[in-house]
């Protein structure tokens, strides 16, 4: 199993070999310190914990800066457990995209787009009433009659109503990895990945 913490840096196409033009989702992955080897005897468990992305001492507190101390590494802005890592790595090591190859399928996760506070027409795509009548006429983008009659006299549970959009953790599996660029640590993903441009995304090649 390989894994990495990336940032989503947006998408664009490219043309392969036969002229297919593809989709792709440009990724910085990498790289990532190895930062604690987690085993059974000490944590109970067995994880390796990895980080990603440069930040300033000063912005961290004193229990992260002696966590980064006792690494023996640079603070980083994000860190990420994996259970399934080989943890025959040593911390301090640098894990890079070479754990994979064109070609390989891989899982993303990341967190989706918030949308915050969205009617029933966005969030799930009701058509809108129109000049039709569904206990209401005035307002084609309300959800209408949302209750029954006298049996059972209540709303159901689960019930697709306005509410709070996004902003959940996504994964996507099956991913092909369509070109890797070591010297800029750049991952061609086909198709489109979860988050926002510059989110954090994890790949996970099992």
């Known amino acids: 199993m390989s894994a990495l913490l990336g940032k989503k840096l947006g998408m664009t196409s490219i043309f ?13 992955a990498g790289p990532c310190p190895v930062v604690q080897i987690k085993t059974i005897e000490t944590d109970g ?12 001492s000063r912005k961290i507190n004193q229990p992260q800066t002696g966590h980064f101390q006792k690494a023996g590494i640079d603070p980083v802005r994000h860190l990420k457990e994996f259970r399934h890592l080989p943890t025959t790595l040593s911390v301090g090591e640098i894990l890079t ?4 190859q064109k070609g390989d399928k ?3 996760s990341g967190t989706g787009k ?9 969030r799930h795509h009701f058509g809108g009433v129109g000049m039709a009548t569904h206990g209401q006429s005035d307002r084609p983008r309300a959800p209408g009659s949302i209750g029954s009659s006298s049996y059972p006299s209540r709303v159901f ?6 509410g709070r959009m996004g ?3 996504i994964t996507v599996r ?7 660029m070591p010297d800029t640590n750049i991952i061609l993903v086909k198709g489109n990945v979860p988050g926002a441009i510059n989110s954090l995304v994890e790949i996970v090649k099992h």
């Open 45 to 56: 468990y067995t994880a390796v914990q990895i980080g990603f992305g440069e930040i300033a």
């Open 16 to 28: 392969n070999d036969k002229g297919d033009h593809i989709p792709v989702t440009v990724i910085e």
């Open 167 to 169: 902003g959940k953790r």
């Open 106 to 108: 891989v899982v993303v």
């Open 174 to 180: 099956n991913l092909e990895i369509i070109e890797i």
């Open 157 to 162: 549970k689960g019930l697709r109503m306005a």
């Open 97 to 100: 995209v070479d754990g994979f």
């Open 114 to 122: 918030g949308r915050g506070f969205q009617g029933v027409v966005k």
